[in-house]
């Protein structure tokens, strides 16, 4: 089972930028697809974006497209999430969770991060 350690939240000013990371562990992280969760106080988990195991195919919520990037490094095992124009909405727990599967189906992941907190202040 993949492992994976999430970082690089925090507290930032809307319109400013952020970039998590999402590092695993195990052989199979390169033929996995990766996905970013939000999590906001009061609401359920929500779908940001997913990368196929290869980089070729992303597939973004509404929300986030032209503001987020998602990226990643096979070799480093991390897969990258680069925010910005943030807005006070953004404000959640993120994650970070692996799967096989198509990027479009935002269901089946199973292997999660444990999270960090993102806050934007307005």
């Known amino acids: 089972q993949v492992q994976l350690v999430v970082s690089g939240g925090g507290l930032v000013q809307a319109g400013g930028s952020l970039r998590l990371s999402c590092a695993a562990s195990g052989r199979t992280f390169s033929s996995q697809t990766m996905g970013w969760f939000r999590q906001a106080p009061g609401k359920e988990r929500e779908f940001v974006v997913a990368?196929?195991?290869?980089?070729?195919?992303?597939y973004y919520a509404d929300s986030v497209k032209g503001r987020f990037t998602i990226s990643r490094d096979n070799a480093k095992n991390t897969v990258y999430l680069q925010m910005n124009n943030l807005k006070p909405e953004d404000t959640a727990v993120y994650y970070c969770?692996?799967?096989?599967?198509?990027?479009?189906?935002?269901?089946?992941?199973?292997?999660w991060g444990q999270g960090t907190q993102v806050t934007v202040a307005s």
């Open positions: 990368i196929s195991w290869n980089g070729g195919s992303t």
């Open positions: 969770a692996t799967k096989r599967g198509n990027v479009a189906n935002t269901e089946g992941y199973g292997s």
